[in-house]
């Protein structure tokens, strides 16, 4: 069975950096695309980064030079280190395999105060 377990999110002054971590089990972890999503209050999910088995990344142009994914394959883990924080950027943090109808974590929060 498939779990993804989100950490690291909290509240944070703007401008501020925190870094989220995705613990995944039961899964071949090294060969599988890892998905960041967030939904933001009263605001549909929305895809932020992915990166893939081989290392490649993707972003959601609203995030590109603040946020950096990473991945350590020895420890089933992916990062999302969040730079530069902004209000905007509040929401329930949430990771995700195997897409939209896949597996998700049960998210973490991230506040951004003003």
């Known amino acids: 069975q498939v779990q993804l377990v989100e950490s690291g999110g909290g509240l944070v002054q703007a401008g501020g950096s925190l870094r989220l971590s995705c613990a995944a089990t039961g899964i071949r972890f090294s060969i599988t695309t890892i998905y960041w999503y967030r939904q933001a209050p009263e605001k549909q999910r929305e895809w932020v980064a992915h990166?893939?088995?081989?290392?490649?990344?993707g972003y959601t142009s609203s995030v590109k030079d603040r946020f950096t994914i990473s991945r350590d394959n020895a420890k089933n883990t992916v990062y999302l280190q969040i730079n530069s924080l902004k209000p905007e950027d509040t929401g329930v943090y949430y990771c995700?395999?195997?897409?939209?109808?896949?597996?998700w974590g049960q998210g973490t929060r991230v506040t951004v105060s003003s």
């Open positions: 990166i893939s088995s081989g290392g490649n990344t």
């Open positions: 995700n395999q195997g897409g939209v109808g896949g597996t």
